[in-house]
């Protein structure tokens, strides 16, 4: 009898999995638009069943779209993890001017390699084309809002529920939305990898500015270590 794998290496083995799977979908969905690509040809050409893509997906949608979780993450790190000293629009700043896609992945450098830019330009392309992708990026909006609300009633001590609590982290997801359609556009437009981040920085730097500037009595300094 064949001993179980160890945790650690079948955790590994299934994100493996995952990423070969994800990364078959988007070559296909690239390459002819999102839409057209049925669930049997991503099947195909990942070497798997129908079924098994959805032991790691919930749709098609999140193939395309499979870092929902890093972003949030990512989101609530960046308040909960801010240095001492950081209040939590500094800390949110910090992540969406350091990280070209706010989820603690692959910074600005992507867009210094022309074939990576590319790259970055066609996924681009293919997610803003398609109604359902936009869709689904509006849904995921709405639950990192919900996910915001709750980790600034934990930081603050108030209720996730309370109409402050929601304001603010309603306004910090639409500062991010927009940050992506700013730096969207740019890269869509050919704007030069220093330029496409200069708008960005300009724009998050402004916007974040102003929900600090809304919520003086919730933007919280990091404590210092006693």
Not at 157 to 178: F, S, W
Not at 200 to 210: C, T
Request: aromatic residues 6%.
């Amino acid at each position: 009898m064949t001993p179980p794998l160890p945790p650690g290496l079948r955790e590994r083995q299934k994100q493996e999995r995952r990423r070969a799977i994800s990364d078959a979908a988007t070559a296909l969905f690239l390459e002819r638009g999102f839409d057209t690509v049925t669930m049997a040809e991503v099947a195909e050409a990942a070497g798997v069943s129908i079924k098994t893509i959805f032991n790691y997906f919930g749709s098609k949608e999140e193939l395309f779209l499979d870092r929902e979780s890093e972003a949030r993450d990512a989101t609530v790190a960046a308040i909960t993890a801010r240095p001492a000293g950081c209040s939590i629009t500094r800390g949110i700043l910090s992540l969406l001017v350091e990280k070209r896609v706010p989820s603690g992945g692959e910074g600005w450098e992507v867009l210094d390699d022309e074939r990576r830019r590319e790259g970055f330009r066609a996924f681009l392309t293919t997610w803003h084309e398609s109604t359902a992708l936009r869709a689904r990026h509006l849904l995921v909006q709405e639950r990192l809002a919900d996910t915001l609300a709750a980790t600034l009633s934990d930081e603050l001590g108030i209720p996730a529920g309370d109409a402050r609590i929601r304001a603010m982290a309603m306004m910090l997801v639409a500062v991010m939305h927009e940050r992506h359609r700013v730096m969207a556009e740019a890269v869509l437009a050919g704007a030069p990898a220093a330029e496409v981040r200069r708008r960005v920085r300009e724009f998050s730097v402004e916007a974040i500015g102003r929900v600090a500037a809304a919520f003086p009595d919730l933007d919280q300094r990091r404590p210092e270590a006693s």
